[in-house]
T-cell receptor
Framework: KQEVTQIPAALSVPEGENLVLNCSFTDSAIYNLQWFRQDPGKGLTSLLLIQSSQREQTSGRLNASLDKSSGRSTLYIAASQPGDSATYLCAVNYGQNFVFGPGTRLSVLP | GAVVSQHPSWVICKSGTSVKIECRSLDFQATTMFWYRQFPKQSLMLMATSNEGSKATYEQGVEKDKFLINHASLTLSTLTVTSAHPEDSSFYIC??????????FGPGTRLLVL
């Protein structure tokens, strides 16, 4: 069964801290993996896309890594800001279907 | 947990025809539904936000006259790709909000336009 889990479920940190969000998946035969941001009541915003052949992707203060063999991806957020407060979802694309993680709810306190 | 269904899961059509995709929330009322699409090797991208009883809000670059969204009830939203062309071939997925922060995703619809 294809499952995606995310740890932690929630995280509250003071502004300026560097953060690591974790995503694990049980089936390593992935097509790609994506990290999204979700604000309350809004649709998902795509943050980073990592193809199965890639190890990491970077965009600004965000860095995502992928280790297919161990079934893990991490999202690293540098120098966190209050505007980063949101729910972060990872989604594994298996080609024919997506499996979404439950999300990590992040609060960055000023 | 809440379930969202999509129909059809696969559709192949000829260029110039219109295709309707349904998104249903099976055990909850969804005041807001979202439509996404993903082109091969690209990220899943939000197309539009659909609110029950009102007009959909489209993201920049998404043609509202081409992608007609109807959210006539609290459990059903439809996306119609009008006059589909091969470049519209994509994976379309919907999601529905049960509460403000809980979003449930449908299994997706793969569209191939010949």
């Amino acid at each position: 069964k294809q499952e995606v889990t995310q740890i932690p479920a929630a995280l509250s940190v003071p502004e300026g801290e560097n953060l690591v969000l974790n995503c694990s998946f049980t089936d390593s035969a992935i097509y790609n993996l994506q990290w999204f941001r979700q604000d309350p009541g809004k649709g998902l915003t795509s943050l980073l896309l990592i193809q199965s052949s890639q190890r990491e992707q970077t965009s600004g203060r965000l860095n995502a890594s992928l280790d297919k063999s161990s079934g893990r991806s991490t999202l690293y957020i540098a120098a966190s800001q209050p505007g980063d407060s949101a729910t972060y979802l990872c989604a594994v694309n298996y080609g024919q279907n997506f499996v979404f993680g439950p999300g990590t709810r992040l609060s960055v306190l000023p | 947990g809440a379930v969202v269904s999509q129909h059809p899961s696969w559709v192949i059509c000829k260029s110039g025809t219109s295709v309707k995709i349904e998104c249903r929330s099976l055990d909850f009322q969804a005041t807001t539904m979202f439509w996404y699409r993903q082109f091969p090797k690209q990220s899943l991208m939000l197309m539009a936000t659909s609110n029950e009883g009102s007009k959909a809000t489209y993201e920049q670059g998404v043609e509202k006259d081409k992608f007609l969204i109807n959210h006539a009830s609290l459990t059903l939203s439809t996306l119609t790709v009008t006059s589909a062309h091969p470049e519209d071939s994509s994976f379309y997925i919907c999601s529905a909000n049960e509460e403000q922060e809980t979003q449930y995703f449908g299994p997706g619809t793969r569209l191939l336009v010949l």
